[in-house]
């Protein structure tokens, strides 16, 4: 076994150094240990110490892993992924960790800079081989989070004793039916919505994954429009002009306390900032990542005139909060 470890061992450093990112090339390492059907023993006794940096990842492995192995998570509800750093205490539950898991696609540049026993997984680059585009948040996309969930089942199951991988597939089954029923919950709401008026005008590129595929339009005014976030009387200008053709009945803001940006635009387009937030780096506090997905959801359909069914959504949540 230990001569096993070593060759994936070896094949993850073959591939590192290869011209692919290091992060897929550590994630097609796990892919290769999971081809040969190997057993691996985690690097210590006892329960399997696993490591979430990204918040939603956080909510899938926990989900998953249950009781069977000890989960942490870096980043706290909402942290942001992109300029978080690891703390000492992070690196020490790192230097022991048999598993580590983040998005990928440079959400967190700190990730990259990962020195750990275990294996470190990109499972948004796992679930999404093909992606090339620019927008790491990737889980707002319900057959994305399957995806992800589906790339955390595999790389858990080989550090899991018999009894406890086959749980593992159990939850891993209920967990990808929670995702479906929300990809059916949210297609309803946001086609509830006359088409001119599935808009959502943010300030940053977060949402292009749900706008995709749902079909709405994400308007990221700041990204569109500014250089390096600074509001120029012509950036203002454009900006008004879009948001004010496109349909849109509210400005959606990352936090609760809007910044002095979007209220000026708020002003000069004449459009009111949601009072709810949009949760795009992450789950929101005190939620998970079904629940913030719902949240999220029913802010935009509201916020674009229509009436969110929160039944459904509270149906869909406590589906996920079963999972045992």
């Given at each position: 076994m230990v001569a096993m470890?070593?060759?994936?061992?070896?094949?993850i450093i073959i591939l590192t150094r290869s011209p692919m990112r290091p992060s897929l090339a550590q994630s097609v390492g796990v892919c290769?240990?999971?081809?040969?059907?190997?057993?691996?023993v985690p690097a210590h006794a006892g329960q399997p110490v696993v490591v979430a940096v990204d918040g939603t990842l956080c909510d899938l492995t926990k989900t998953l892993a249950a009781d069977a192995a000890s989960v942490t998570c870096l980043i706290p509800p909402g942290g942001d992924p992109h300029s978080y750093r690891l703390k000492p205490s992070d690196r020490a539950v790192i230097a022991k960790s048999d598993l580590i898991f983040h998005i990928g696609f440079g959400l967190t540049p700190s990730a990259t800079k990962l020195n750990s026993p275990g294996m470190v997984v990109a499972a948004g680059e796992i679930a999404?081989?093909?992606y090339r585009g620019s927008d790491p948040h990737v889980w707002h996309d319900p057959v994305n989070s399957a995806g992800m969930i589906r790339v955390i089942s595999n790389s858990l199951a080989p550090l899991l004793g018999d009894s406890d991988r086959s749980a593992l597939h159990q939850r891993t089954a209920k967990a990808v039916a929670v995702f479906k029923a929300l990809q059916a919950w949210q297609a309803k709401q946001f086609g509830s919505l006359p088409p001119a008026q599935r808009v959502m005008v943010t300030d940053h590129k977060t949402y292009s994954h749900l706008a995709e595929r749902f079909g709405l339009v994400e308007i990221a005014m700041l990204d569109s429009h500014t250089?390096?976030?600074v509001l120029r009387p012509s950036s203002l200008k454009k900006i008004t002009e879009e948001v004010k053709s496109s349909g849109a009945k509210t400005i959606f803001s990352p936090t609760a306390y809007p910044n002095k940006t979007l209220k000026r635009i708020s002003k000069r387009t004449g459009l009111p900032i949601s009072k709810t937030p949009l949760y795009g780096e992450g789950i929101a506090a005190g939620r998970n990542a079904v629940s913030t997905a719902t949240i999220n959801a029913c802010t935009i359909v509201n916020?674009?005139?229509g009436t969110c069914d929160v039944t459904g959504a509270n149906t869909i949540n406590a589906e996920w909060s079963s999972i045992r």
């Open positions: 470890r070593h060759a994936i061992d070896r094949m290769f240990a999971l081809a040969i059907g190997a057993s691996v999404l081989p093909s250089t390096g976030g916020g674009q005139g």
